[in-house]
T-cell receptor
């Protein structure tokens, strides 16, 4: 299994909603990442988990809350988002370092 | 700091034309260099990589050579196909942590 699976593929939420994005991999990778990608822009790193511990937080607002329950799962909890948070959210994993990142297909998020 | 600069797109070519997408970088130390490809509606996939000067990465007919003297990693393909239409991202890893620096992306459109 060489896939990173993200759910849901699409999500529409209001500014008062609470939702979660999920990411799963079964490649034994110990580093997992959340990226945000706006249209026609490169991905921007949000968070990195290494061995299930948060190792990098790129000054992301607290309305985004990551969680890594185990080595295969990565969640991104969303609360009180703003319309400008609408974007494609990509999960990725790698064995240890980003020598080869495996990306999921992303969750297209729209905040109304 | 690290940065990656790519030629702006879109690049529009006819099928079987020769492709070059320019990429130059600024980095401390000896970075590893990557090309990722993003097809419509999907996440990013690693296309090829090079980890040291003069290395040539190649995959699916694409190739790029790590040129330290010109700090470049240009992507080339001798004969493009319609199925190559996608956005191509040049990226570097300075081997100092779990972070990739992406260029802005170049959209390639190949017409039959």
């Amino acid at each position: 299994d060489t896939e990173v699976t993200q759910t849901p593929k699409h999500l529409v939420m209001g500014m008062t909603n609470k939702k979660s994005l999920k990411c799963e991999q079964h490649m034994g990778h110990r580093a997992m990442y959340w990226y945000k990608q706006k249209a026609k822009k490169p991905p921007e790193l949000m968070f990195v988990y290494s061995y299930e511990k948060l190792s990098i937080n790129e000054s992301v607002p607290s309305r985004f809350s990551p969680e890594c329950p185990n080595s295969s799962l990565l969640n991104l909890h969303l609360h009180a988002l703003q319309p400008e948070d609408s974007a494609l959210y990509l999960c990725a994993s790698s064995l240890r370092t980003p020598e080869k990142l495996f990306f999921g297909s992303g969750t297209q998020l729209s905040v109304l | 700091g690290n940065s990656v600069t790519q030629m702006e797109g879109p690049v529009t070519l006819s099928e079987e034309a020769f492709l070059t997408i320019n990429c130059t970088y600024t980095a401390t130390g000896y970075p590893s260099l990557f090309w990722y490809v993003q097809y419509p509606g999907e996440g990013l996939q690693l296309l090829l990589k090079a980890t040291k000067a003069d290395d040539k990465g190649s995959n699916k007919g694409f190739e790029a050579t790590y040129r330290k003297e010109t700090t470049s990693f240009h992507l080339e393909k001798g004969s493009v196909q319609v199925s190559d239409s996608a956005v191509y991202f040049c990226a570097l890893d300075n081997n100092a942590g779990n972070m990739l620096t992406f260029g802005g992306g170049t959209r390639l459109m190949v017409k039959p």
